[in-house]
């Protein structure tokens, strides 16, 4: 019996397992991996493809057979993963297939076999979109990324020579079929304890939204029963149906794609002068930024790192109302307000505004790129290739970034932006001293700078396993 509306709104308790998934199967076995869990590898090249003309039934030809080749299901990958803790056995090589909408009318397909979800359609370089998100103007991003793209292969490794082997294979056969407009070659960086970690120096990747069984078992044992933040996810945020798949649970998610470059010199010269100006130390004014300290640990709980191995993800802002230890501008105060609208006078409702809230997670799946030495404060040509999946782009990602990031009245009035990915910069208010409530205003110069992206599809895999020989398209 295929999956219903309301099975996508729960999850068992302990989260989806996709050892014994029961009426999940069928959903594991044709959606593409990554998109549940991350596929974990260290090293990764993403491909932007654009379909040369008039080429469409090789083209099609080309899809179904990576397809078959190189594509792993949700529940392919868990079987790696638990194979590899059993017997330290390397799942290997890793892929994902993703369309634009223009991908989509390049093959033929009508409107109503196209993912409906709006900006998707109009694709990241629409102006209603772009500046809907105040992004730059098309024709400053990096000129590869001006180009139409109808496609994204994304290919990984930990092994590095056998994903750049793999990668070269690929696009020999690639360049009968499509222009290769754009390459990226992404890395995950760690600090020295081993901390997967971003440009700034900060640990990454702490708060995501929870589906599967292993990843709730593991949070819930690290973070103390959830009594304070329950990191569990439902479906409905991440899967859509596919309209081309060959199932009844053929389901897809949207994939974000942005390039977002980073001065890290600039960053920590403006740590350095807020401290002064905070009379603090350069650690908790760089935590004032973003919320939690190098180390992960949450700025609401502490005023000093941990350096937990694990860093905690269980808290809320319910002892920090008033926001006088971390900044409603705070990075991760201000993308996962945790309840703030449910605190304030216009919101009273604290449990509904929190589900509100919750609706808009995103799944980031997020590498870096440029130089991989996280003591060197690169200016220019390093940063992060932010990956990130929902079920609904307007309401998740557009909402995060235009609602809230860049807003300076969320969650109040004056509060500022973002200061790490809010667009424009503003002037935020800082607590004088950590814990009272006395402020002073700063404001900083951006830091990250958005080179590009486009939004893409993540189809079923008996769509793209069947796509030559099915019925579906009308040309």
């Known amino acids: 019996m295929a999956l219903t509306a309301e099975d996508l709104k729960t999850i068992p308790e302990d989260g989806i397992d996709p050892e014994n998934p029961g009426k999940y199967q069928a959903l594991l076995e044709d959606l593409q991996g990554d998109i549940l869990k991350g596929h974990g590898r260290d090293y990764s090249v993403h491909l932007f493809l654009k379909f040369k003309p008039d080429r469409t039934d090789a083209v099609k030809q080309w899809i179904q057979t990576f397809a078959q080749d190189y594509l792993k299901s949700a529940k392919q990958q868990s079987d790696q993963a638990v194979r590899y803790r059993q017997e330290g056995v390397s799942g290997g090589l890793f892929a994902n297939f993703f369309l634009s909408c223009k991908g989509y009318e390049y093959l033929g397909f009508e409107p109503f076999q196209i993912p409906s979800d709006q900006p998707f359609r109009l694709g990241m370089k629409n102006d209603d979109v772009r500046s809907s998100l105040n992004d730059p103007l098309v024709t400053e991003w990096e000129n590869r990324f001006q180009s139409q793209i109808h ?11 056998n994903l750049l082997q793999a990668v070269n294979r690929i696009m020999q056969l690639l360049r009968q079929v499509t222009d290769i407009v754009h390459r990226e070659d992404g890395f995950i960086l760690r600090n020295k304890a081993g901390q997967i970690i971003e440009h700034f120096g900060f640990v990454d990747n702490i708060s995501q939204p929870l589906f599967l069984k292993r990843d709730v078992i593991s949070a819930r044992t690290n973070n103390c029963d959830f009594n304070t933040w329950n990191p569990r996810a439902s479906l409905d945020i991440i899967l859509v149906k596919d309209p081309n798949g060959q199932t009844e649970d053929s389901y897809g998610s949207y994939l974000l794609y942005r390039k977002l470059e980073q001065n890290v010199k600039a960053f920590r010269e403006d740590q350095r002068q807020l401290a002064q100006v905070l009379n603090v130390k350069d650690d908790l004014a760089g ?25 905690t993800n269980n808290f809320n802002y319910d002892t920090d109302r008033v926001a006088t230890k971390c900044p409603f501008h705070s990075h991760i ?3 996962n307000p945790r309840g703030d609208t449910g605190r304030v006078e216009s919101s009273p409702d604290f449990t509904q505004s929190l589900e509100v809230e919750k609706k808009h997670r995103i799944a980031r799946r997020s590498v870096s790129y440029g130089n991989n030495d996280p003591t060197k404060e690169p200016e220019a040509g390093s940063g992060l290739l932010f990956l990130c999946f929902q079920s609904s782009i307007e309401n998740q990602f557009n909402f995060l970034q235009s609602r809230w990031a860049n807003a300076n009245n969320f969650v109040q009035v004056n509060v500022g932006s973002d200061p790490l990915i809010g667009q424009p910069e503003g002037t935020q208010k800082w ?9 002073k205003e700063y404001n900083f110069k951006l830091w990250v700078n958005m080179k590009g992206g486009e939004y893409f599809f993540t189809p079923s895999i008996s769509f793209l396993k069947n796509i030559v020989t099915s019925n579906f398209i009308k040309n």
């Open 151 to 161: 496609a994204l292969v994304l290919m990984a490794d930990d092994d590095i020579i």
């Open 431 to 439: 607590p004088k001293k950590w814990g009272e409530s006395e402020t």
């Open 333 to 335: 105060r201000k993308m």
């Open 287 to 311: 935590a004032m930024i973003v919320g939690r300290f190098y180390d992960g640990t949450p700025l609401t709980l502490s005023d000093i790192p941990t350096y937990a191995v694990t860093p």
